[in-house]
Every structure is written in C-alpha cells, then in structure tokens.
T-cell receptor
Framework: GAGVSQSPRYKVAKRGQDVALRCDPI?????LFWYQQALGQGPEFLTY????????KSGLPSDRFFAERPEGSVSTLKIQRTQQEDSAVYLC???????????FGQGTRLTVV | RKEVEQDPGPFNVPEGATVAFNCTYS??????FFWYRQDCRKEPKLLMS???SGNEDGRFTAQLNRASQYISLLIRDSKLSDSATYLC??????????FGAGTTVTVRA
C-alpha cells in the first residue's frame, strides 16, 4: 500500500510568513510523529499523536509551532511567523498499534528567506 | 549533552571491505535500539533492530552493550549501495525515538 505522504515536498517562505505542512500517514496507523531535521543532523522529535490525541508536544521549539490531527488520520504542522532558524526538513512518521518501527515520509524541505 | 552520540565519519572504504562504527546513548533506561539508514535527501528507513544478544541481518551485524551504553554496527563485504548515512536510534519510552546525527559511509569502487 501507499507509504507516508507529505506535502508540499518543498516550501520557500519569506520570514514572517505562516506555513502549513501536511502529512498523510499509512492508513490505520495509530501513532503519528513529527520530526525536524536540520542539515547534517539527525531528526529531532517535535510531537506525537495517538489517534487524534496529542500526547507529547515537548519537542516543539516555540509557541509558533502548532500541530493537529483532528480526525486521527491526516496531520498538519503549522509554523507561524517563520524565522530563518526554522529552515529544515520536516519529517512525518507513523506506526501501527503495538509496533515500534516508524515509517517516515519523504519530508517537506522548508527554506525561510 | 545529546541523548545519542555518533562518530560522524565519513568512513571511506573500498568495495569488499569491512567497516564498523558505534554510538553511545545517555539514558540508561532506554528500552529499544535500532539502526536506520538515510540516503541523501531521502527519508530514514529502518535497517535493523538491535537486540541484547547481538544480531545479524545478512552482511550487517549489530551489537548492544547495555553496561557501557553503546551500540555498534558492522558491515561486511561492503557494496557501493551501502553508501549512506547510518542513524543510531534509541527509544526511551513507549513511543519517542531519539536519533544520533548519523555516521556517513562511502563505499568506493
């Protein structure tokens, strides 16, 4: 079946602009994660959903970052008033119930200019 | 201090060579351990889980030393297609994965 799908693949935003990044997880996967990967670094945890409940948002860098998954499937990561330091690849991953393996999407590469 | 530390490399090896590298983790309560592979501009993909007794998957061997809190990966008979960044990953609770910065391996013909 289809893997994790993210859109857009690339986004260029002017500093101060708001952006919304979309993630379509694998159908039926209960767990959904957002990670941020800066150039030359490993992915850093942002937030975790179990179905529609956001159980952990400890990794969100500031209150400009907001994530939702209202119906327990598609998720959106919103960044308000983007800053240059927000430039990174944003990776979404999903996992089925009871499994620890995370399946990643190809990511959205955000460049703030 | 980062939760997972890795030697960034790069490790530049000829085809057929053996290459090994490891990572260390800081949380002694960590429950599960993995190696992920990430190709340039691609998403991370699970390479293998790492078990306490050590495990092999074809040419890949992973070891875990809980006492010293390090994990290793050995690649035998390297192929050109093994060129990638290898991410050491640790799970400390039911869901959160912590990634190292990755070790870059380049296999040359």
């Amino acid at each position: 079946g289809a893997g994790v799908s993210q859109s857009p693949r690339y986004k260029v935003a002017k500093r101060g602009q708001d952006v919304a990044l979309r993630c379509d997880p694998i159908s039926g996967h209960v767990s959904l994660f957002w990670y941020q990967q800066a150039l030359g670094q490993g992915p850093e945890f942002l937030t975790y959903f179990q179905n529609e409940a956001q159980l952990d948002k400890s990794g969100l860098p500031s209150d400009r970052f907001f994530a939702e998954r209202p119906e327990g499937s598609v998720s959106t990561l919103k960044i308000q008033r983007t800053q240059q330091e927000d430039s990174a690849v944003y990776l979404c991953a999903s996992s089925p119930q009871g499994r620890t393996e995370a399946f990643f999407g190809q990511g959205t590469r955000l460049t703030v200019v | 201090r980062k939760e997972v530390e890795q030697d960034p490399g790069p490790f530049n090896v000829p085809e057929g060579a053996t290459v090994a590298f490891n990572c260390t983790y800081s949380n002694s309560a960590s429950q599960s351990f993995f190696w992920y592979r990430q190709d340039c501009r691609k998403e991370p993909k699970l390479l293998m889980s790492v078990y306490s007794s050590g495990n092999e998957d074809g040419r890949f061997t992973a070891q875990l030393n809980r006492a010293s809190q390090y994990i290793s990966l050995l690649i035998r008979d390297s192929k050109l297609s093994d060129s990638a960044t290898y991410l050491c990953v640790v799970r400390a609770n039911d869901y959160k994965l912590s990634f190292g910065a990755g070790t870059t391996v380049t296999v040359r013909a």
